[in-house]
């Protein structure tokens, strides 16, 4: 066969030929309806029983050939509580470096404790997360944190939001890149829920879902 060529056409692709001075290499063609990997030397043949979702790469022996299928796995979204407490946050990856809206559900946290809900730079499990963006938002005006609580002091009356029956939240929360002097486009940070003030030290409710700016 090394005198041969052989050709590859994809979906609304032009053609591609192989020839013999093209060694051992593959061509790939992507186009734009299929993936069209041009014929090889009978050594490197792959078969033609179906690849399963699941494979990350395939390889094409004994040409020494690999052709790298990305599996990439979506960010997990969700994280989840010993206490059965658990968040979702509505987008986790590529977020720009400023102004974007986050949305985080909140559900099966005590009634009785008030939970801060905010970007913050990740903190090994035990420790305290932070800092956080928000900080001491005293008017609710920066609209990077949100405080839910159903009991809160007199002072916070007009900050918390209650909780809904269950134990549940829904807030909107608005994160940048920056927090303070954490730069989250090269630190890990990720939209985390903690116990407020009030029980700053009770570390049962921390969830943290990580993100990444772009």
């Given amino acids: 066969m090394s005198g041969s060529s052989r050709r590859c056409v994809g979906a ?30 009978a050594a490197a043949a792959a078969t033609n029983s179906a690849i399963p979702p699941s494979v990350g790469s395939v ?5 020494g050939l690999t052709v790298q299928v990305s599996t990439k796995s979506k960010r997990k979204k969700t994280a989840k509580g010993p206490a059965g407490n658990q968040i979702r946050v509505s987008k986790v990856r ?6 974007n809206f986050i949305t985080v559900r909140g559900k099966g946290f005590s009634e009785t404790v008030g939970v801060y ?19 001491a938002d005293t008017d609710g005006s920066s609209q990077a944190s949100a405080w839910v609580s ?14 809904q029956r269950g134990g549940n939240f829904l807030v909107r929360i608005k994160v940048s890149a920056q927090i303070g002097s954490i730069n989250c486009r090269i630190k890990s940070c ?25």
């Avoid at 590529?94 to 102004?99: Q, S």
């Avoid at 116990?195 to 772009?214: E, G, I, M, Q």
Wanted: aromatic content about 6%.
């Fill in 150 to 163: 159903s009991n809160p002091p007199p002072y916070g009356r007009n900050l918390a939001q209650p909780y």
């Fill in 190 to 214: 990720a939209i985390v829920v903690r116990a407020d003030h009030l029980n700053s030290t009770d570390r049962r409710w921390d969830l943290s879902v990580p993100v990444r700016f772009r």
């Fill in 59 to 63: 390889s094409v022996a004994p040409a």
């Fill in 94 to 99: 590529n977020l720009a470096p400023f102004g």
């Fill in 117 to 135: 809900v905010a970007l913050c730079k990740k903190k090994p499990k035990g420790k305290k997360p932070g800092p956080c963006g928000g900080g």
């Fill in 12 to 41: 609304g692709a032009e053609m591609l030929t192989y020839r013999p001075d093209m060694k051992r290499e593959a061509v790939i063609l992507l186009c734009s309806t299929a993936l069209c990997l041009s014929a090889v030397p």
